[in-house]
């Protein structure tokens, strides 16, 4: 049992230490709570690129940053919150422009409930 679990823990500690120290390039830093599983995985597939650290584009930053989002004030939350719900509904997110030269970047009707909903229900709970 000893030697079993000195192989086992140094393992399980070296698998730890290099899903921390990996370079999170495309995935979202934040999980949980805040972002559920099917949300997360839009966010990452249509929405990351430009919303995140690796961003190229500083309109995108200082709009949106999917990682700092549930740091902010509670009133900050609740604009972006607010804007987000907006750009689903009109669908103007992904920008025409990138879906131009990644049509896969569109949104589907389906993703668009569950971004929606999401965010509702997150403004609806920092509200009360
Ligand atoms: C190709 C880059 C790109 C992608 C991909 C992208 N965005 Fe954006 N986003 C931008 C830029 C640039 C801005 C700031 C300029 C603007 O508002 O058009 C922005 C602004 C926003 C805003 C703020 C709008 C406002 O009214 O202030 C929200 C909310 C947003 N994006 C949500 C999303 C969501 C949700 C997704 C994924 C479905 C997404 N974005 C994908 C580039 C992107």
């Known amino acids: 049992m000893k030697a079993l679990f000195s192989i086992i823990f140094p393992v399980a500690i070296s698998g ?8 999170s390039g495309r995935t979202l830093q934040q999980s949980g709570s805040v972002y559920p ?4 995985k839009v966010i990452e597939s249509k929405c990351y690129g430009c919303h995140s650290i690796n961003g190229k ?3 995108a930053k200082d709009a ?3 990682d700092s989002l549930p740091g902010l004030q509670k009133g900050k939350i609740i604009a972006t919150l607010d804007d987000m719900i907006e750009v689903l509904e009109e669908g ?7 879906l131009k030269k990644n049509p896969e970047m569109k ?18 709970s920092l509200l009360k």
């Open 16 to 23: 730890f230490l290099l899903l921390q120290g990996s370079p």
């Open 37 to 40: 599983a099917e949300v997360k």
């Open 57 to 59: 584009s500083q309109d």
């Open 64 to 66: 949106l940053m999917w």
């Open 92 to 98: 103007t997110m992904p920008p025409a422009g990138i």
């Open 107 to 124: 949104l589907l009707s389906e993703e668009i409930k569950i971004m929606k909903s999401w965010a509702k229900t997150w403004a609806d």
